[in-house]
């Protein structure tokens, strides 16, 4: 599995934009960047994902550069309930349907 | 609508004991997962169900851990002959058919084994 690289954390003063980067050089083609957070005490909770192009929902949205090396999930006005741990991974279609959790990045979010 | 379920949701057990944990998916999803996270520690996958297919059993540390599904809906992991290092909480999630990636978790059940 291609390997991600996030830093361990990050903080952010509330209703502010946060910028979470994720490095991820090894990556193939067929490749999906997917991001997951966990609050404290729950269990992961899908974010946004994306192959190419960037991404919006209602939660986030995804930059993704052009070279797909890395990608940046970007929170436009930070909560004091985003702080969480966030998980980027990748997910490679018709290959294992497991994902591969690494130590993510710890979001402080002060009030 | 009602997302994945997860009993019990806290579990102490003594070391020697035999556990099982069970894991209500969301209905119509076809993909079952369970992981397992220790304190302090990055969650770890365990096995995979897809519909009818043979399971992923890839991830099970020791063959003291099994899992079943059964009639593709609820799921049930055993661990035999527990062991302190058993103890973590063990997540399960479900997927939709098409949906790979997008998982969707319950809120775990805590495995104490003393």
């Known amino acids: 599995d291609a390997k991600t690289t996030q830093p361990n954390s990050m903080e952010s003063n509330e209703e502010e934009p946060v910028h979470l980067p994720c490095n991820h050089s090894t990556i193939s083609g067929t490749d999906y960047i997917h991001w997951y957070r966990q609050l404290p005490s729950q269990g992961p909770e899908y974010v946004i994902h994306g192959l190419t192009s960037n991404v919006n929902n209602r939660m986030a949205s995804l930059a993704i550069a052009e070279d797909r090396k890395s990608s940046t999930l970007i929170l436009h006005r930070a909560t004091l309930r985003d702080a969480a741990v966030y998980y980027c991974?990748?997910?490679?279609?018709?290959?294992?349907?497991?994902?591969?959790f690494g130590k993510g990045t710890k979001l402080t979010v002060n009030p | 609508g009602a997302g994945v379920s997860q009993s019990p949701s806290n579990k102490v057990t003594e070391k020697g004991k035999d556990v099982e944990l069970r894991c209500d998916p969301i209905?119509?999803?076809?993909?079952l997962y369970w992981y397992r996270q220790s304190l302090g520690q990055g969650l770890e996958f365990l096995i995979y169900f897809q519909g009818n297919s043979a399971p992923d059993k890839s991830g099970l540390p020791s063959d003291r851990f099994s899992a079943e599904r059964t009639g593709g809906s609820v799921s049930t992991l055993t661990i035999q002959r527990t062991q302190q290092e058993d103890s973590a909480v063990y997540l399960c999630?479900?997927?939709?058919?098409?949906?790979?990636?997008?998982?969707?978790f319950g809120p775990g059940t805590r495995l104490t084994v003393l």
């Open positions: 999630a479900s997927s939709p058919l098409g949906r790979f990636g997008t998982q969707y």
């Open positions: 991974i990748l997910s490679r279609r018709g290959g294992s349907e497991k994902l591969v």
């Open positions: 209905s119509g999803h076809t993909a």
